[in-house]
């Protein structure tokens, strides 16, 4: 498989429960993504990965999110204490360099209900 | 004012006419640009990058106006299939360096009719 992957693909939780998902980007590619996207809006920029270095956080990225690349290669989202406005899709995506854009993932369609 | 500003539409345009976007931006420093295409319920896809020459592909062209910090994308003869969300895209540049996130639209819903 080439592409970007992601597990799972759909998640439904109960409120206060923690969730993990993760992301297999493209191998060669050495810098990861992850956002999210709500019904009728972009995806917002939640952090970003060069390597196994996490160098930027969005302030979107309250302290119930952590995020983690321990080998440079996969990565996992966890969201502790799950509340509903954290339902949405959740994407990864991967580049080698982003004048070239980026390979986004499926996506985890995250519910909390 | 938003960091990146698109006409949500939606557009109803009919088969075979030619259809044109627009994207304001608001960080002057931005660097690189791009239209992504989302169909519904699936991921972004990269549909193109935007050159400051302007640049064409197939029946996409995107054009950049660094002065008035606009991007453009225009689709001649346009098919069924092209219907489709299609996100502006910008690589910000903040104060103090840093930020390797591409800052996303909220897209442009376009639906073509037979």
């Known amino acids: 498989d080439t592409g970007v992957s992601q597990d799972p693909r759909h998640k439904i939780t109960k409120r206060g429960q923690n969730v993990t998902f993760r992301c297999d980007p493209i191998?060669?590619?050495?810098?990861l993504y992850w956002y999210r996207q709500t019904l009728g809006q972009g995806p917002e920029f939640l952090t970003y990965?060069?390597?196994?270095?996490?160098?930027?956080k969005s302030r979107l990225l309250s302290d119930r999110f952590s995020a983690e690349r321990p080998k440079g290669s996969f990565s996992t989202l966890e969201i502790q204490r799950t509340e509903q406005g954290d339902s949405a899709m959740y994407l990864c995506?991967?580049?080698?360099?982003?004048?070239?854009?980026?390979?986004f993932g499926s996506g985890t369609r995250l519910t909390v209900v | 004012r938003k960091e990146v500003e698109q006409d949500p539409g939606p557009f109803n345009v009919p088969e075979g006419a030619t259809v044109a976007f627009n994207c304001t931006y608001s960080?002057?420093?931005?660097?690189?640009f791009f239209w992504y295409r989302q169909d519904c319920r699936k991921e972004p896809k990269l549909l193109m990058s935007?050159?400051?020459s302007g640049n064409e592909d197939g029946r996409f062209t995107a054009q950049l106006n660094r002065a008035s910090q606009y991007i453009s994308l225009l689709i001649r003869d346009s098919k069924l299939s092209d219907s489709a969300t299609y996100l502006c895209?910008?690589?910000?540049?903040?104060?103090?360096?840093?930020?390797?996130?591409?800052?996303f639209g909220k897209g442009t819903h376009l639906i073509i009719q037979p």
């Open positions: 191998s060669e590619h050495n810098r």
């Open positions: 960080n002057s420093a931005s660097q690189s």
């Open positions: 990965f060069q390597n196994e270095a996490q160098l930027e």
């Open positions: 895209v910008v690589k910000q540049i903040l104060t103090g360096g840093g930020a390797d996130g591409l800052t």
């Open positions: 995506a991967s580049s080698l360099d982003t004048v070239y854009g980026y390979t």
């Open positions: 935007v050159y400051s």
